[in-house]
C-alpha cells in the first residue's frame, strides 16, 4: 500500500480534512488569546506589542506560512471531497431524506465552510494586508504607535481595529462569521476526532462536549471584539 | 391496540429498467388494516393490480421477519418508514393514519442502480464483503470452548456489530452515500474477536478499496445512518474502522492491498 493509496481513499481524503482541521484550531487558540489583550484597559499597549512580536518572530513567520498551506489543502480537499459526495447520487429523493439522526450544521459543513472563507478573506484584507504588505504596490498602510517613551516604535493594529469596527456593517459580517465558524467547529471538531479511529465512547462523549465547549467560548470572544469596539467598551 | 381500517393514498415510483426514466404512480388503497405490515399493504394492492390485469410494483423482500435486509424501500422520506430500528416488513400499518398520503421510493445512490420499481441492485455491498469479510481458515474440528477466551464486553459489541443485515439503509440516509456504517459493522465483528486478528489488516485495506470502488461517498459524521439503521448500529463502529484502516495504511508493506 503506498502513500498515495492511503491519501486518496475515501479514509485517507477525510483523514487530511481532520488533521488539517485540528491544526487551523490550533491555531485559532493563539489567535483568540493574543487577540483577548484588547481588553486589558491600557489602550492596547499589551495588543500591539503581542502582536508585533508575532509579525516580526522569523520563527512565527515560517509557521506562518505553514497555516496558509494548510486553510488552502483544507478548502481544496473539503470542496473536492463535497464535490465527489454529492455526485454519489445522481437522482435525489423526492420526499427527501430524513434528518431525524443528524444536525442541520453537520450536513452543511460546505456551506459553512464556504461562508467562513468569504469571512477571512474581508478578515485578511481588513488586517493581515495592511499590516503586512502596508506601504507596497499602494496597500494602506497602518499607523504608528510609540512606547516605553518612544523607545518602542511599532504597528498600531490596535488603532486599526478600532477604526474598522466603527462600521455597523464590518460588525456584523464579523459576527455572522464568527457564528458560521461556531457552528463548523461544532460539528468539525469531534468529527475529526472520529475520523482519526477514536472510538472508545467515553473520550467520545468527552471530546464532543469539549468541541461544543470551546466553539462557544473561542467564537464567543472572537464575535464580542469588534461588538465591544463599536460600543465603546474598548478605546 | 386497537383495530381500524383506514384509506390510503400512495404515490409509489414505478421504473421499466435500470435504463429507463422512472416516474411516481398514484394509487388509492382503501380498506387497510392497522394490523397488516407495509408489505401485506403492498400484495393487496399488487393483486387487484394484477386482476386488473396491470404491472404489479416490484419490490424486494425475503424472509418478512426483520432478518435479511431484502425489504429496502424509501417510505416519506425515511428508509425503512417511521419507526426506528425497524425493516420495512416489521412496520406495521398502525404507523399510519386514515387519509395518509405515503410516497414511496427505491434506495437511491448511483452505487444502488434501479433493477425494476422499488427493487435496487445491492451486489455493491457483497462485494465490499468479498474483498475481505471472511476468516479464511479451515475450521477443522470445534475446538474446546474456553481454549479462545473473549471479553464479555467485546463479544456483546462484536455481537452488536455482526447484526447488521446488510439492507443498505445507511447508505440510503447519508446525503453522501457513503457505505462506512456497513463495512464498519462488518470490519469491527472479526477486528473485536481473536479469530478475527491473523487478516486484520488485508482485511480492512481491501474492503476499503473495494468500497471506494463501488462510488460509495466518504463519511462526513452526520449521523444518519445510525438513525435510520433498523439493527440500530453504533457509529462507533465507522470510528473503529478508521482506526483500523489507519493501523493497517500506516505500518503496511508496499506490496500489501
Ligand atoms: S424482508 Fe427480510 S428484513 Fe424485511
Redesign the interface.
Known sequence: MTWKQVFTSSIGKKLVMGLTGLFLISFLIVHVGLNACIWVPDHGETFNKGANFMGTMILVRIIEVGLFLGILLHVYQGYLLTAQNNSRRSQNYTAGYGNKGSSWYSRSMGLLGTLILLFLIMHIYHFWTPSRLGGMWGIHELGEADYNNGAVHIHNLYGEMIQVFQNPVVVILYVLGCLSLAYHLAHGFHSAFRTMGLHNRRYAKMIRNFGYGFSIVVCLAFAMMPVSIYFGWVK | MEHYNMNLTLKVWRQKNEKEKGH?ETYSVPGISSEMSFLEMFDVLNERLINEGKEPIAFDHDCREGICGACSM?I????HGPW?GTTTCQLHMRAFKDGDTI?V?PW????FPVIKDLVTDRSALDRIIAAGGYISVNTGNAVDGNSLPVEKDKADTAFAAAACIGCGACV??C????A?LFTGAKVSHLALLPQGNPERKTRV?NM??Q??KE??????????????CPKEIS????????????????T???T??
Not at chain 2, 416519506?76 to 428508509?79: I, R, S, T
Open positions: 411516481f424509501h416519506n422520506g425515511k428508509a426506528a410516497v421510493e437511491r445512490a448511483n452505487a440510503a440516509a446525503k453522501n452515500s457513503s462506512m485495506v476499503i478499496a468500497m471506494d462510488g460509495f461517498g466518504s463519511c462526513t459524521f452526520t449521523m444518519e445512518c445510525e438513525a435510520a457509529v462507533n463502529n465507522i470510528a473503529r474502522l478508521n482506526a483500523e484502516y489507519m493501523r493497517a495504511a500506516f503496511a508493506e508496499e500489501m492491498g
